[in-house]
T-cell receptor
Framework: AQTVTQSQPEMSVQEAETVTLSCTYD???????LFWYKQPPSRQMILVIR??????QNATENRFSVNFQKAAKSFSLKISDSQLGDTAMYFC??????????????FGKGITLSVRP | DAMVIQNPRYQVTQFGKPVTLSCSQT?????MYWYQQKSSQAPKLLFH???????NEADTPDNFQSRRPNTSFCFLDIRSPGLGDAAMYLC?????????????FGPGTRLTVT
């Protein structure tokens, strides 16, 4: 079974600054995907970024980038130039490589990020 | 242009009184999921459908059931809600099961049990 650990329950950052959210995971799978999801207050969860484990290059989406360390089983999210709209709960998630019904997201407990004006 | 819609957004029910939560989608996706998210906890998958094929997670309580009458709609029935069932219930959809297909979430229904 897979586990995803987000040990920091809350973080705060000043607007325009950079913040890094940590995530570690445990799996015996060799091929898998990692995700960061954002859940703003009272709004739906949306996908921020996805990383395929077999790709060495770290994924980047505009101000969001990851630091994927496969050997260390670490997957952190860096948010550059933080904006007030980044205030949300962020979930790290894991999915093993599969095309069938056993493809499921395993989520961490999440971290609440507050961006201060 | 909402894609995954959940109704109601807030639901209050009494202990032991059956309740139904609904989810609809305009994406024509094959897969629909129900998650339970308790405060400060990770979303927990309850069940999922590929079209009409139903998959129940092993640790989903028998008190929880689901129906998917057509591609667009999916329902979560809680037969006899207990206080421990108070949570946010999230519906999500994806085109297929593989991780290359993004899951799209609804805004959730917050269930309170009194």
């Amino acid at each position: 079974a897979q586990t995803v650990t987000q040990s920091q329950p809350e973080m705060s950052v000043q607007e325009a600054e950079t913040v890094t959210l940590s995530c570690t995971y445990d799996t015996s799978e060799s091929n898998y995907y990692l995700f960061w999801y954002k859940q703003p207050p009272s709004r739906q969860m949306i996908l921020v970024i996805r990383q395929e484990a077999y790709k060495q290059q770290n994924a980047t989406e505009n101000r969001f980038s990851v630091n994927f360390q496969k050997a260390a089983k670490s997957f952190s999210l860096k948010i550059s130039d933080s904006q007030l709209g980044d205030t949300a709960m962020y979930f790290c998630a894991f999915m093993k490589f599969s095309t069938g019904a056993n493809s499921k997201l395993t989520f961490g407990k999440g971290i609440t990020l507050s961006v201060r004006p | 242009d909402a894609m995954v819609i959940q109704n109601p957004r807030y639901q209050v029910t009494q202990f032991g009184k059956p309740v139904t939560l609904s989810c609809s989608q305009t994406l024509n996706h094959n897969v629909m999921y129900w998650y339970q998210q308790k405060s400060s906890q990770a979303p927990k998958l309850l069940f999922h459908y590929y079209d009409k094929d139903f998959n129940n997670e092993a640790d989903t309580p028998d008190n929880f059931q689901s129906r998917r009458p057509n591609t667009s709609f999916c329902f979560l029935d809680i037969r006899s809600p207990g206080l421990g069932d108070a949570a946010m219930y999230l519906c999500a959809t994806s085109r297929d099961y593989a991780a290359t297909y993004e899951q799209y979430f609804g805004p959730g229904t917050r269930l309170t049990v009194t």
